[in-house]
Structure formats: C-alpha cells, structure tokens
C-alpha cells in the first residue's frame, strides 16, 4: 500500500474507535470530530514513520493527548462551571451510572482526564499510557491513583473497581 | 456493589453519529501539510545574497561579508552530500532547465519538509545551486552560486511565509560544518545543508563546526524583507527553537534512519548553548523553559509543541 492509501484505509477503519476515545476526552462530538481530525492531520506528515497499525494508533493517540490538554487547558483558566455533580445520587441503573461516570470524568483535571481514558477506556498498560502522554510510568500511577480518589468522591462512584481492563 | 470502571466506561461512550469522510480529511491533510511557507504562487521565493553581491558591488560593500576568523581561507569546499544524488522530479528538472548542470537531471536530496524538497546541485563552472522544489504543487525556487561563495558571502536559499513575517532558509557549508545559528535558533548541518525557520528581522547567520572557522554571513534585511516584522517574543523564541530542533531531529532521522544519537550529536555540536537554550533533550523530546513555571515540550518526531509538563 502507498502511504496514501495506508492512511485513508486508517482513518477509515479506526475513526469509530478514535472518536469515541476523543468524545471522552473533550466535551461534545463536534469537538471530538475536531480534535481526532486535528490528529489525523498533524500525523499525516509523519505516517510512513508512524509504522501502521499500533504504531499509527500510538502516535495518533498521543497527539489527541497533547491537543485535548491543550485544549482544556486554555478552556480550565477562564471558564466558570455552571453545573455541579449533585452530591447525592441514587444507585440507579447502569445507564446512570454511566452517566454520572462520563460527568465525573469530564471534571477531572485534564491529565487524570487522560490518564483514565487511556488506561480504562483503551485498555492501555501503563507503559503505553506513560508513551501516549510523554510522561514517566511513575507519573501514569500518580495520576491515576489520584482520579480514582477523585472519582471516588462522587456517592454513586465510591465504590468503583478499577479492575476488568487496564493492564 | 462493585463497578468495574473499564465496563462502565465503554458503556457509556456512546457510538459516533457521524463518521469523518476519509477522502476529505487525506485532501485537508494533504492540503494543510503542503507547506505554506514553501511553495506557492504566494511565497515570495529566494533571495540570492551572494548573487546580488556579486551584480552590485555596492550592495557588497554594505552588505559583504561580516566577519570570518582566519583559517577560512583554507578550508577545503568540499561538499560530501554532492556524491549522493538522485533524479529529480520533473518540476526539478523543469525549474533547472536553464542551467548547465555538472549531472543533467540528478541532484542531492538534502532536506525535505513535508511535501517540500531542497535539493543541492552542481552546476558547471562549479557553481552550486540549491533548489526547493514541490512536486506535487508544482512550485519551485533556486539559486545558483560560486562554490567559492560558501564561506563568503554564503549560498543561502530562504522563502518568505505569506505575510513577510518569518522565512526559511537553507544555507550550504562545505563538510566539517556542523551548525547553523541565527537569532539564538540553531539547526544541525545535515547532508551539508542547514535548515533554520526564522523571524524575518534576523539578519545575521553563523555557521560552525568542531575545529571548523566559524563564519558569519549578513541576509541583507533591506533587501530581502520588504514590510515590517514582528518583534520576537519569549514564546517564540523558544517556539522557533524547538521547531528548529526538531527540523534537525527530523533530517537526523532521515540520514540515520532514527534520532538515536540525536541529542549527543546536538550537544557535541552546540556545546553550552544547548543547556542555555533548553531545559532537557532527548532523542525523541526537548523542553524549554518560558519562565514563570511555563515550559513548552515538543516531540522531535512530529515537531508537535505543547505548553505544559505532564
């Protein structure tokens, strides 16, 4: 395969999977569209060394990293929340559960952010993840130590496994 | 009652709704990638310092050369990177069509960013001529010299962005050089061709290497920089310092087939400058310090540059 053809057949066969990991890590899917494109083009240049398959997913991935943190770091200093977690919930259904967990996700500082999505959402190790965010293995279980405890403040949350997926 | 945060997590990502158009996003890929500052109808292409030296001498004696250490004079003008060539593309050949060249129809790759290719050629009456070329685009610049003109006057080869405010420029050396400086920004010599991406106000470029004469050449700011510039900021300063960096890390990797190595070259090479310039280097990454606990990182590989540490 030409290079050309290598990244459309890509874009084609992992946006599903890189969408959703982008809507994760932003807040909407207009955003996640955005910053997964924004990837895909900053990637582009560089595909013949990004070595395919899991290679191009590394690389990609770590770019979604880098920009949605960007991202949210620009949104995080001038940004006034305007809605809270209630801070009783009942345990409800799943489909709550869930609901409340993407809530709680999303109001995580955008490294925890990450650290999550890339260790419990792409079933990373934490080596990958160490790769994907440019930081030290020890830094990936700091990080994701102090997310679960964030999300473990939330009622409905405190009891949350971080078992069944990541490596 | 126990959750598994992996399970909750994928079952609550909700699937797509909407898929990207992959033929789109190749054609803005594609689009975007093809470097503005480059190529094109709008790049204002090539200023030839030596080559307007050499018409006027007037400009010569205000522009000439600005100062060289002695030792200059001896060393050999011979350029390594000249025994590998390859064929060049038809726009190459075409954008060459004019001038006599020492191999018709093959010149030296010595630099390629992105869709853009610069190529150094040998022309007869050993000239030597650097040529940016964009196959795809169709576009090309060129300069032909005096091979005598390398540690001289120069034989630099630079592109203005769209609205005059940064240019690139390729400057040639002969072997033994190693970097190339310029407004506090350095890049490695690779393949005898140094790439700097500059803020248009610079007007003075240093050429060195270990046991080497440094040289320092004049861009002749006046001439070539028509309009006003922008003053350089802390931020892109270290910016363009970083995407210098990894504009070498990146030729590196061509001519070595990784950056392994890459960041002990750069130290040989740049000596202090590199730890005044940059808080760490790797291989694959290099931080600068902005100053009040700001930082910018970028990977060499893909020269992506973000503010922040993890």
Request: net charge neutral; with cysteine.
């Amino acid at each position: 395969l030409d290079t050309a053809e290598d990244f459309r057949r890509y874009v084609v066969l992992r946006q599903r999977a890189l969408l959703r990991t982008a809507w994760l890590l932003t807040d909407d899917w207009q955003t996640a569209e955005d910053l997964v494109q924004t990837a895909l083009i900053r990637a582009w240049p560089h595909w013949d060394r990004s070595g395919g398959g899991a290679g191009a997913d590394a690389y990609v991935r770590r770019i979604m990293i880098n920009k949605s943190t960007d991202w949210r770091r620009r949104r995080w200093r001038g940004e006034v929340p305007t809605e809270f977690l209630p801070d009783v919930a009942s345990r409800g259904s799943d489909a709550e559960l869930q609901h409340m967990l993407v809530l709680a996700v999303r109001a995580l500082p955008p490294r925890q952010r990450a650290v999550m999505v890339l260790r419990y959402f792409d079933d990373l190790s934490e080596i990958e993840t160490a790769a994907a965010m440019g930081c030290a293995v020890g830094t990936v279980k700091s990080q994701t130590s102090k997310a679960l405890a964030n999300l473990r403040h939330q009622p409905v949350l405190v009891d949350l496994q971080p078992l069944g997926s990541a490596r | 009652m126990s959750r598994h945060l992996g399970e909750l997590l994928k079952g609550a990502v909700p699937e797509p709704a909407r898929v990207l158009n992959a033929d789109e996003l190749m054609r803005t890929a594609r689009s975007r990638n093809a470097p503005p500052r480059w190529a094109g109808p709008v790049v204002a292409t090539v200023f030839l310092v030596a080559a307007v030296a050499i018409a006027v001498p007037q400009v010569v004696a205000r522009w000439g050369h600005v100062a060289s250490t002695p030792g200059v004079a001896d060393v050999p003008l011979r350029l390594s990177a000249l025994d590998r060539r390859v064929p060049l593309g038809p726009v190459a050949v075409g954008a060459m069509d004019r001038t006599a060249l020492a191999h018709p129809g093959e010149g030296s790759l010595v630099a390629t960013l992105g869709q853009e290719q610069v190529y150094l050629i040998e022309a007869v009456g050993d000239q030597l001529c650097l040529l940016e070329v964009n196959e795809s685009y169709g576009s090309a610049g060129s300069g032909c010299f005096p091979r005598s003109d390398l540690l001289t006057t120069g034989i630099v080869l630079s592109t203005l962005a769209p609205d005059s405010s940064t240019m690139l420029l390729a400057v040639a050396v002969p072997d033994g050089y190693t970097v190339a400086t310029s407004g506090g920004r350095s890049a490695v010599v690779v393949s005898n061709v140094a790439v700097l991406d500059l803020v248009s106000s610079q007007t003075k470029l240093t050429v060195s290497g270990s046991a080497m004469p440094s040289v320092t050449f004049d861009l002749g700011k006046s001439a070539i920089l028509p309009g006003g510039s922008a003053p350089e900021t802390p931020g892109s300063a270290a910016k363009g310092a970083l995407s210098d960096l990894a504009r070498s890390a990146q030729l590196y990797a061509q001519e070595h087939g990784s950056t392994a190595g890459f960041a002990d070259k750069i130290k040989a090479d740049a000596g202090p400058v590199v730890s005044t310039k940059f808080r760490s280097l790797t291989d694959t990454s290099a931080v600068a310090d902005l100053g009040a606990g700001r930082r910018l990182t970028v990977d060499l590989l893909s020269g992506a540059i973000d503010e922040g540490a993890c």
